[in-house]
């Protein structure tokens, strides 16, 4: 099969991506070495030749695929190609908000920026590029070449090419990925969201009482709930449908609205199956590989192998409760509104209760609050003095009904806020797990610095959360149960703020500036108000200082070992995730030793 502009064309029949298999960048396809300095990139010799690259695409079945943004459409030509469609241009602008359609793509990332915004459309026009972005659509920050893995037979046999001819490797399932490491320049993307297996067993494990579900690596929970509560089963999982279930949710730690009674969504992992960088399939469970296993439940991303698959516990439905309150005032009573709410995050969260907010200045929508085996009478007892406050305060707020559902999926398919369940936004992150001890003894201090950065950056600062407990039922005073920061079982809030840049398409220079902002000048503030707290691992600052302590802490040092044990050579690397402390991305975009 011959490259052509043809070819090309043709390939771009179905909005989304298009692929070949042949290298567009084919160099001599040199020799390669583990002492060398740097993985080898599409601009280097030792960039995999075409012979090499159809070889890997007949072992992985025609899978291997070279990508062109989706948006490629919506421009004259990529790299050469004419790609221009003004027809598919509109379908894929319309769909760029979509976050199910983007977790299907091969590469991009839902938070574009991680891109470098390459080839966005214009969502407003429907034509061409959007108003103050480059008018070429260029590769940016993406991986030319990603396998869309249909077993794990093709995840083996990417990450042996990969070994085996010095690359990068990315592990991409939904770009769900709010820090940017499931996206990079000159890589090989191993795609895992075809992996898509369902399988429920009812029989108990020790341990536990309930049954469990395995499922592929490319499971989202958009797949797996309506399973689950069509069986009267409930599974400790996140309130975002397209998170996949397997990836970096659990290898991260993971939370949920059931993480008051359940813990932390790592807890819940009975088993995994997992391609190590020696391209072994192996299992990871309490008695095969049982280091491993305590590390891949949330002790880092990306970095100890590719799940395939894992299985998780389920549990019988138990009734919940649930409210909407929004708060909507000015000034200082729109504060003392979110400090009358916020300071008593430890008497919601002593009862298993989780609030999801959202919030900017002015506005605070708590949508749903949760509160598991609760009656309404219940419900009003834990949340009455809440509302008395903020009646003596004079501080505007609405409430919804209080109703009680028979089980989780009934709440969650009638009260939650789905605005924000969307992708194609240039959004820089940051946040905090706030823990029980800084809200009961430095509360005001925490709201007044929400305060502050709101106040910094006015109208591009935005916050979200989870007010929640994980360590409120399931206890873990010595980390066995999962590899995780100690503030996970003592945390008040988890918390993420979104920074807003003034344009949708940065330079370099302006990428830098708005990554300063977050780290030194937001971050700073919340750090400062919560000595005693941590950071979610996939909720965070990409740049966070000290980020092996703010996301491990104590943990950390038993993660590196077990990461040295089963990829003493680093084949799989993600920016601030356990063991990358020896690479970096230069200023060239290559993945180099430091």
């Known amino acids: ?54 070889n890997l695409n007949s072992t992985v079945g025609g899978r291997l695929v070279r990508v062109i943004p989706p948006g490629a459409v919506c421009y004259d030509s990529f790299n050469g190609i004419p790609t221009a469609d003004p027809a598919k241009c509109a379908q894929v602008a319309a769909q760029w908000t979509n976050a199910t359609w983007m977790s299907d793509q091969p590469t991009i990332p839902m938070t574009t920026h991680f891109s470098n915004n390459t080839c966005e459309p214009n969502t407003v026009t429907g034509v061409g590029a959007p108003a103050g972005c480059p008018s070429q659509c260029t590769e940016g920050i993406l991986s030319p070449y ?44 191993i795609n895992t969201h075809r992996l898509k297996s369902i399988q429920f067993n009812s029989s108990p494990i020790p341990g536990h009482t309930g049954g469990t579900v395995k499922i592929g690596a490319g499971v989202q929970f958009q797949d797996v709930y309506p399973q689950a509560w069509a ?36 807890d819940q992992a009975v088993s995994f199956d997992v391609v190590l960088a020696n391209g072994a399939h192996v299992t990871a469970n309490a008695n095969t590989n049982s280091d491993l296993f305590w590390a891949l439940k949330g002790g880092g991303m ?12 389920t549990y019988p439905v ?43 200045d002015g506005f605070l929508q708590v949508q749903p609050i949760v509160y598991p085996n609760a009656t309404v009478a219940q419900f009003n007892a834990a949340i009455n003095p809440l509302l008395a406050e903020l009646t003596a305060a004079n501080v505007s707020f ?50 007044a610095a929400y305060r502050a950065m709101s106040d910094k950056y006015p109208g591009q600062v935005f916050f979200g959360g989870h007010l929640v407990n994980p360590g409120n039922k399931v206890k873990d005073p010595n980390q066995k149960l999962s590899a995780v920061h100690p503030v996970w079982r003592d945390t008040a809030d988890i918390e993420v703020f979104l920074y807003f840049p003034p344009a949708t398409c940065q330079s370099e220079s302006q990428r830098a500036e708005a990554e300063r902002r977050v780290t030194e000048e937001l971050s700073s503030l ?57 690479w970096a991305v230069r200023s060239d975009l290559k993945l180099c030793k430091v």
Not at 19 to 45: E, H, I, N, Y
Not at 241 to 264: D, E, K, N, R
Not at 409 to 419: Q, V
Not at 560 to 579: C, M, Q, R, V
Request: proline content about 7%.
């Open 231 to 266: 069986r009267n089963l409930d599974l400790l999982g996140g309130e975002c449908p397209t998170v996949g279930m397997a990836g970096g949710f659990v290898q991260g730690g993971g939370q949920g609205p059931l993480s008051g009674i359940y813990g932390v969504g790592s």
């Open 526 to 582: 919340l750090r400062a108000a919560t000595p005693n707290s941590a950071v979610y691992p996939n909720e965070g600052d990409i740049n966070e200082p000290n980020w092996q302590d703010a996301f491990w802490g104590p943990v950390y040092p038993k993660l590196l070992n077990i990461k040295k044990k089963y990829d003493p050579n680093t084949i799989f690397w993600a920016k601030a995730s356990t063991g990358s402390e020896g």
């Open 318 to 360: 138990v009734p919940v409760t649930g409210m909407t309150l929004i708060i909507a005032d000015t000034g200082d009573k729109f504060w003392e509104g979110v400090r009358i709410w916020y300071t008593k995050a430890p008497e919601y969260t002593e009862k298993g209760m989780y609030h999801w907010y959202s919030m900017l």
């Open 1 to 54: 099969m011959k490259w052509t502009p043809a070819l090309a064309a043709a390939l771009l029949a179905t909005p989304g991506y298009a692929s070949q298999p042949l290298p567009l960048f084919a160099r001599g396809g040199g020799s390669t070495s583990p002492a060398q300095q740097c993985r080898c990139s599409p601009v280097d010799p030792c960039w995999p030749n075409a012979n090499k690259w159809t």
């Open 398 to 447: 609405t409430t919804s009904p209080v109703q009680t559902f028979p089980k989780f999926g009934d709440l969650y398919n009638a009260m939650w806020e789905t605005t924000h369940h969307g992708s194609g936004a240039s959004i820089y992150w940051g946040g905090r797990m706030v823990s029980l001890k800084d809200v009961r003894e430095r509360g005001d201090g925490v709201v």
């Open 302 to 313: 990306g970095t100890f192998g590719v799940v395939t698959s894992a299985t998780f516990k």
């Open 146 to 189: 990603a396998i869309l893995a249909e077993s794990a037979a093709h995840i083996q046999a990417g990450v042996n090419f990969a070994r085996n001819n010095n690359l990068r490797i990315i592990i991409r399932n939904t770009g769900h990925d709010f820090m940017g490491r499931s996206s990079g320049w000159g890589a090989l993307v």
